[in-house]
């Protein structure tokens, strides 16, 4: 497919009109710009959609719940903006594969990272707003996080995926999950991949920047795949 025909592809999911030079920046992995010759890469668009994202979401939450304290509504918004959550919402809409990626990146399941999908997706929040202005990316936001949201349970297992999972097994009578994580790469750009096992009903992966996150990953895959069994 034509990259400027891909591009108008995901603007026309995303519903915004959106510059396709600034969505090809939003959409450029460091490793990519780093093999093409140290051309602008993402993460400053990702830096201001990071702050777009959590003031749409804190003013959405605020205005919508007016019964919530304060911590109540910070679980919520933790829940919707956390890099297991935006990776959810970037996947949802097939993001990854729009993700201009450098070839180590590639060669080692870069498209469906959890960090890589966040964060492409803040740049794209942040694209849309330079190019479509503060309501437009406003919209944007609410769409994306609306699925989120309208799942209560949700709250808690994006916040704590494996006390939810072990909380889960426990009600199915399942056994405790078993973790195991493996790391590839060097010091400054290792890549962890975390298994989880529930006894015999559940294997699920996640891969992360760090153990934490990883074994959060695989937690949360497993959670969706008990649930939806429960």
Known sequence: MDGAVSLATLAQKLKVDIDLELLTLALTHRSYAYEHGGIPHNERLEFLGDSVLGQAVTVMLYTQHPLLDEGALAKRRASVVSTVALAEVARRIGLGQYVLLGRGEEQTGGRNKESILADTTEAVIGATYLSAGPAAATDLVLRLVEPLLADPERY???????????ELAARLAAPAPVYSVVSVGPDHNREFTATVLVGEIATETGVGTSKKHAEMAAALAAWRTLSARA
Do not use: R
Request: charged share 20%; glycine share 10%.
């Open 156 to 166: 808690g297992a994006a916040m704590d995926p494996k006390t939810s999972l072990q």
